[in-house]
């Protein structure tokens, strides 16, 4: 079997995940803030570096696969931590133990929402590694108002994206063989959408937002099978991609203007 970490890995599509691989047979490392085989925050540097290591340790020192799912959307400064840095520092610090592997892939969850607007200024301190700055930008937008801090949440999958592109051709990764890609999905039916969908009001606001021809709101499952095919030995030449599994949400919004 291969041995993949999964962060996210207590819920949603992390847990759709890790469920799907372990019935293949596969070994999965969970990581979560609770319920998971590393329990750890990744909001913070030391969580995220402390996390690292406890996989790689469970991991014997070959991690096959990384696939990061953990993220929140709540419209507070910590959004741009757990879903920037809490997925690119995690993801870099099980670097050496990806190049272990004879076949080692990794993937991670951004969102339909990186098309949504976003701050500019917010998404380039996180793709400068400056979380300080990113975080006191997302201060001013939160202020006590919850709808102008939901911008926290598309500008880090905004930068998530962009990392991936970026990353993705770097000596790191492609130099190092390690296929590096995205998914982004549109409205997955998981906890951090149940409480939305649960009103009629609450779901016709995220439908008008998130338009889905194709099969309307998502299983976690929609996501899991095409996170475990980027990461799988099959993967050989896909990098880069930042796949938009979603229902038809982006070719509804964007069009022809790819
Ligand atoms: P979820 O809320 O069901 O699961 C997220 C998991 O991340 C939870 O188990 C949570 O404990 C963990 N987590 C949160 N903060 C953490 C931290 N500081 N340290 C460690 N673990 C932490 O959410 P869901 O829907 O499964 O989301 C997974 C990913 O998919 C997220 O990155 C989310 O932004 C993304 N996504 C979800 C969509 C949806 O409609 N549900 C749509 C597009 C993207």
Redesign the pocket.
């Given at each position: 079997p291969r041995t993949y970490v999964v962060?996210?890995s207590?819920?949603?599509?992390?847990a759709a995940t890790a469920a799907l691989l372990r019935e293949r047979g596969e070994r999965v490392i969970g990581?979560?803030?609770r319920g998971a085989d590393v329990e750890?925050?990744?909001?913070t540097k030391e969580?995220r570096i402390a996390a690292a290591a406890a996989a790689s340790d469970l991991a014997g020192g070959v991690v096959d696969a990384v696939i990061a799912?953990?993220?929140?959307?709540a419209p507070v400064p910590k959004t741009i931590s757990?879903?920037f840095f809490?997925v690119t520092e995690f993801v870099e610090a099980l670097l050496p133990a990806l190049r272990a592997s004879d076949a080692p892939r990794a993937a991670v969850?951004s969102?339909?929402?990186s098309l949504q607007p976003n701050s500019a200024e917010m998404v380039e301190a996180a793709l400068a590694g400056d979380e300080a700055r990113a975080l006191e930008i997302a201060q001013g937008f939160v202020g006590d108002d919850p709808m102008t801090g939901y911008i926290v949440y598309p500008s880090s999958k905004r930068a998530l994206a962009r990392w991936v592109r970026r990353e993705s051709i770097t000596e790191a990764w492609a130099g190092a063989g390690i296929p590096l890609n995205a998914v982004a999905?549109?409205?997955?039916v998981?906890?951090?959408?149940a409480e939305l969908l649960a009103t009629p009001e609450g779901a016709a606001m995220v439908d008008s937002q998130v338009p889905m021809p194709l099969n309307h709101h998502q299983p976690?499952e929609s996501i899991a099978n095409l996170l475990i095919w980027l990461t799988s030995v099959e993967n050989t030449h896909m990098a880069g991609q930042v796949i938009y599994d979603d229902g038809g949400a982006d070719a509804t919004l964007r069009g022809d203007d790819i």
């Open positions: 962060t996210g207590a819920s949603g599509i992390g990581v979560d803030l750890a925050d990744l909001s969580g799912c953990a993220g929140i959307s757990v879903n809490g969850v969102s339909m929402a999905p549109g409205t997955v998981t906890p951090m959408t976690p």
